[in-house]
């Protein structure tokens, strides 16, 4: 049986609204600590992607950013222009670009990444381990079940 089935809860108890205050808090953290650094958050989803797998299709940084390949044509842009990626037709399909890191945007790394975790520090500050653990297990799992649900 559905944990919530049949309930008349509370939106403020409920997981799709603390998910999104969550979210909301979360951002605005990153916005402001990666803001510090002279970037959107949009720029260092791209760039922490590329910190994992530099090289990566435009096609593929979509789907690691979750957002629209349509949508970053912009950002890929202005990355490029700002020096912190270049782009390379794919020697193997010339019809896809490969994105790189530039040593500009190699030389971000560090402090981005840190940026980040200090967000994460600060949110999980006073949860256990355990906990932290746990609750990752259960968003991914509803995460799982939400993708299952456009099947």
Do not use: W
């Not at 949860?127 to 299952?148: K, P, Q």
Request: glycine share 8%; with cysteine.
């Amino acid at each position: 049986m559905n944990a919530l089935a049949g309930t008349t809860a509370a939106p403020a108890s409920t997981p799709g609204r603390q998910v999104r205050r969550a979210h909301m808090r979360l951002s605005r953290a990153l916005r402001d600590a990666i803001g510090l650094h002279g970037l959107s958050v949009g720029e260092f989803q791209l760039l922490r992607a590329l910190y994992h797998n530099d090289g990566l299709t435009q096609t593929e940084l979509s789907e690691d950013v979750e957002v629209e390949h349509g949508a970053l044509t912009r950002l890929f842009q202005s990355m490029e222009a700002e020096g912190y990626i270049r782009r390379e037709r794919d020697p193997a399909d010339s019809r896809k670009r490969n994105v790189f890191l530039t040593a500009r945007g190699k030389a971000l790394r560090k402090g981005l990444l840190q940026a980040a975790d200090d967000v994460n520090t600060l949110a999980c500050r006073g949860i256990s381990a355990e906990d932290v653990a746990t609750t990752l297990r259960v968003l991914n799992h509803m995460v799982e079940n939400l993708d299952g649900a456009d099947a």
